[in-house]
């Protein structure tokens, strides 16, 4: 792997630098949350710039939300992901830095980058679920994505839940994603009348043993184990990858692992963490434009 990976999610952006499979350079900040997509590709364009991208490096970008066949990029939760609908990312970003980018979801990228070079190989077919800013996810058979024209595979988040009651900002009741994703943790929260800010805040009351907290963390850990759960059902898969921060948090996977025990033995899936923690996006947007390019 040699090359320059952009990962630009609904949180953090984060570019990097690979020589020969090592990750020798990476720069992060916020994702800009005004300026809509403007900002986002100019603070994109200032960190592959930072990382001296040339026309001879694999260049693979990894953002939240949907890419279709044609490289348009598109949000599904309009909520998390503001701005963005049917842009056409590849051609922008050749105009902006000069050098053809590959572009995919970054939970489809981060799939790839774990069971390629993480905590999935070995296990195919493989999945991997992000639980972030929202909840996504990608499945890898044989070593390749599941890819389709729509750049659908992977959406888990917007698959209906048992445990969830509300609409999501795709438009669909009773996500995944409306109740496990680092967004609904803090919005559960506030509903419940806690002064906290983000998830971060409920993790740290879910540590310190309040209950109110508990059930929130749980009913997310729950909710993914389903979905865990109904994935091996559909697709048979042999191990999935958990990662986002919300996933990586602390006891989390515990809870997730718990409640998978608790279904009939044929469903249970083996899961583990994500160990290229937030880089795995990076590792397979890069991993995916070299086998494109
Ligand atoms: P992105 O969605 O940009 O990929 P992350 O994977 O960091 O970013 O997910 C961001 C979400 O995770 C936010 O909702 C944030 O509040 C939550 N979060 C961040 N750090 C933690 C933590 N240590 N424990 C629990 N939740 C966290």
Known sequence: LSGVAVDLGGTKLAAARFINDTLVERLQVPTPRDGGLEAKLECL???VTALKLTAVDAFGVA????????????????????????????????????????????????AL???RFGAGKG????????VSTGVGGGFVFGGNMLEAPSGLPGHIGFTRN???????????????????SGTAIARIAKDLGRDIDSAVDVFRAWNAGEGWAK????TSACAV?????????????ERIVIGGSVGLASGYLDQVATAIAGEPELFQVEVSHAILGHDAGLYGALSHAKRES
């Not at 296990?123 to 992000?130: K, L, M, Q, S, V």
């Not at 048992?162 to 496990?180: D, M």
């Not at 059930?215 to 749980?218: A, F, R, Y």
Request: net charge negative.
């Open 225 to 237: 184990a389903e979905a865990c759960c109904d994935l091996r059902a559909l697709l048979g898969l």
């Open 63 to 110: 953002v939240a939300g949907r890419v279709d066949g044609q490289g348009n990029w598109h949000s599904v939760n309009h909520k998390t992901l503001t701005g963005v609908t049917s842009v056409p990312l590849k051609d922008m970003l050749l105009d902006r830095v000069g050098c053809p980018a590959v572009i995919m979801n970054d939970a489809q990228a981060a």
């Open 45 to 47: 364009t200032e960190l």
């Open 123 to 130: 296990a195919d077919p493989c999945g991997f679920i992000t």
């Open 162 to 180: 048992s445990y969830a009651s509300r609409f999501c900002g795709s438009g669909r009741f009773g996500t995944l994603e409306s109740v496990a």
């Open 215 to 218: 059930t929130i963390v749980e």
């Open 113 to 115: 980058g774990e069971a």
